[in-house]
T-cell receptor, first 115, second 114 residues
Framework: NAGVTQTPKFQVLKTGQSMTLQCAQDMNHEYMSWYRQDPGMGLRLIHY???????DQGEVPNGYNVSRSTTEDFPLRLLSAAPSQTSVYFCASSYVAGGSYNEQFFGPGTRLTVL | QQQVKQSPQSLIVQKGGISIINCAYE??????FPWYQQFPGKGPALLIA?????SEKKEGRFTISFNKSAKQFSLHIMDSQPGDSATYFCAASILTGGGNKLTFGTGTQLKVEL
């Protein structure tokens, strides 16, 4: 199993450009999520999904869109990049089971710089 | 508003020493507390976790101590090794159905020196 994969690994954008960060998992996990990691702020949840066709907002959703058309893929879209979106982005996935925590597996991250 | 507060921001420990990282939370609905370890250039990985119905959990050299009344929990790394040098995040979650959303602390950068 490849686990959680993310592409690209690095990306530089200019303000106003758009792009999609890709995330895929091959563990048949229902739950997928996106976090951003900034110095001194830990990881903050952007969006998450509990299954194909179901998405919801996390703590910092503004400026980001997501969709979940398949179980395997959960892309994150930046429609008009801003310097404040310079960050390291992590995708994570896990099973869903009510009443018990399911370990989240994180991808290797995408380092995004917006100039 | 930081729902999970973590300290210290950085920590330097001598090889063989004990590393201690502390976290405090505000939301009493949290009922699962994992710790994640992150090496440079990698994603976080689950290290150890605890539920609030126990006061301590130990896995090898890693121990979580939990104080429900004080709303605090801590990670102790015994016999710290240079390979433990990493960033550590505490986190909290609410175990509702499908409740895997994590609220993270701000992280502690640990360096273990020879």
């Amino acid at each position: 199993n490849a686990g959680v994969t993310q592409t690209p690994k690095f990306q530089v954008l200019k303000t106003g450009q758009s792009m999609t960060l890709q995330c895929a998992q091959d563990m048949n996990h229902e739950y997928m999520s996106w976090y951003r990691q900034d110095p001194g702020m830990g990881l903050r949840l952007i969006h998450y999904s509990v299954g194909a066709g179901i998405t919801d907002q996390g703590e910092v959703p503004n400026g980001y869109n997501v969709s979940r058309s398949t179980t395997e893929d959960f892309p994150l879209r930046l429609l008009s990049a801003a310097p404040s979106q310079t960050s390291v982005y992590f995708c994570a996935s896990s099973y869903v089971a009510g009443g018990s925590y399911n370990e989240q597996f994180f991808g290797p991250g995408t380092r995004l710089t917006v100039l | 508003q930081q729902q999970v507060k973590q300290s210290p921001q950085s920590l330097i420990v001598q090889k063989g020493g004990i590393s201690i990282i502390n976290c405090a939370y505000e939301n009493t609905a949290f009922d699962y507390f994992p710790w994640y370890q992150q090496f440079p250039g990698k994603g976080p990985a689950l290290l150890i976790a605890i539920r609030p119905d126990v006061s301590e959990k130990k896995e090898g050299r890693f121990t979580i101590s939990f104080n429900k009344s004080a709303k605090q929990f801590s990670l102790h790394i015994m016999d710290s090794q240079p390979g433990d040098s990493a960033t550590y995040f505490c986190a909290a979650s609410i175990l509702t159905g499908g409740g895997n959303k994590l609220t993270f602390g701000t992280g502690t950068q640990l360096k273990v020196e020879l």
